[in-house]
């Protein structure tokens, strides 16, 4: 039959990843043994900070090649106390994502039904965006160095990198998101009157762009100024894109005004579909709350339905979020989001939830 198997890594990596990711797994397992129009495969990779400090780095030398036999790869979160988080980042995170070309990194945002956002007149349906982060270059592009290491005259250069290639991709990526989506709004974050020489090619190659693009409204808007529009005036936001740094940051914020960082869905994107794309939330590994059934599994039922969608399964990804809606709105929620239930209850009532709505 033409009946779709698709093949998922599982990668966990540290704290409340290791949990989140196995709340995923049993939630899409329902979903797909429910709507039975589908397979899902998955397999488990143990690279992980404890993987680390056994065999002295995050990843085995074929790492790229086994993965590449995926669809798609489910991450947790890496980050330990006793590694620094930049190894720990660029040794798991980073050493998939760039080689990957996971160049487009997607985050939506918006309130679920029972969740309320700390802004006073934001309501569902008020705040729904779609933020665009580059995810292969600019200021986290790796180029840098020390110098006099140690000495009390140490420096340290991080310089970022924007190539016209690397911009253009993310503007045609970020234009037909805006045109893909009601009403078609997209607004550009730059930084050009500070930042003199990279973001001023980004601004013109947005415009470039931009030409091929005339039914998609554009605006331009300096990042400070992004971070107060806002709280200030949500409802006017629709797709936005931004720097690898800059967006890091507006979606933190994002992540809040929606309600929690518990919910916020994130897609590392490799566009032209060479390679696996990989789905995580945005949270880290969270050890203050590592084993205390604390940990929200939204952003991780979110960013599996992300993933479903990305792999041409929509109706999926829809019944999975209708189902994870009613359960936020029936109020059964983590501490995180002001409820009362534990890690497992929720996933346990999204699985109920699907026995009901598909
Ligand atoms: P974090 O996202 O792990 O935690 C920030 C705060 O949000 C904490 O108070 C945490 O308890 C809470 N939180 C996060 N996720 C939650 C969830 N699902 N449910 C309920 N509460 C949640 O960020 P933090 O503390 O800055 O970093 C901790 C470690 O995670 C560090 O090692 C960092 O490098 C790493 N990290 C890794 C990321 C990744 O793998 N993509 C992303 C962000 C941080
Ligand atoms: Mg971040």
């Known amino acids: ?91 798991l995170r980073l050493a998939l994502c760039q080689p990957l070309q996971q ?38 592009a790796g180029h840098g160095g020390t110098s006099h290491a140690g000495q009390s005259w140490s420096v340290a250069t991080e310089v970022s990198i924007f190539t016209r290639h690397g911009v253009e991709r993310i503007m045609r990526f970020a234009f037909e998101k805006a045109r893909s989506r009601p009403r078609k709004k997209l607004t550009v974050v730059t930084k050009s009157n500070a930042q003199r020489n990279g973001m001023v090619l980004w601004d013109m190659v947005a415009s470039e762009v931009a030409r091929d693009f005339p039914d998609v409204e554009v605006d331009k808007m300096l990042v400070d100024t992004m971070t107060t529009r806002m709280v200030l005036k949500p409802e006017g936001i629709d797709t936005i894109v931004a720097t690898n740094l800059h967006a890091d940051i507006l979606s933190d914020l994002a992540a809040a005004l929606a309600g929690s960082i518990g919910i916020a869905p994130t897609s590392n994107l490799d566009p032209t579909r060479e390679n696996p794309s990989m789905f995580e939330p945005i949270h880290g590994s969270a050890f ?45 929620k983590t501490k995180d989001l002001g409820g009362s239930s534990n890690t497992e209850e929720v996933t346990k009532a999204v699985c109920d939830e699907i026995e009901k709505v598909v």
């Open 1 to 91: 039959s033409g009946r779709q198997s698709y093949k998922i890594a599982l990668i966990p990596g540290d704290g409340i990843g290791i949990e989140v990711i196995q709340e995923g797994k049993i939630v899409l397992q329902k979903l797909a043994k429910k709507l039975n129009t589908f397979d899902l495969v998955f397999e488990d990779f143990e690279w992980s900070s404890a993987y680390y400090k056994k065999n002295g780095r995050y990843l085995p030398d074929d790492a790229l090649t086994q993965v590449k036999k995926f669809n798609a790869i489910l991450f947790g979160a890496v980050g330990a106390p006793d590694v620094p988080d930049h190894i720990s980042l660029w040794g």
């Open 103 to 140: 160049y487009a990194n997607v985050r939506p945002t918006r309130i679920l039904r029972g969740t309320t956002s700390p802004l006073r007149n934001c309501k569902v349906g008020d705040l729904d965006w779609v933020i665009i982060r580059e995810n292969s270059e600019g200021e986290y």
């Open 288 to 332: 203050d709350i590592t084993g205390k059934g604390l940990a929200n599994p939204v952003a991780t039922f979110w960013t599996a339905a992300e993933m479903l969608r990305w792999l041409g399964q929509p109706a999926a990804a829809d019944l999975l979020m209708l189902a994870v809606e009613n359960v936020t709105e029936n109020g059964i």
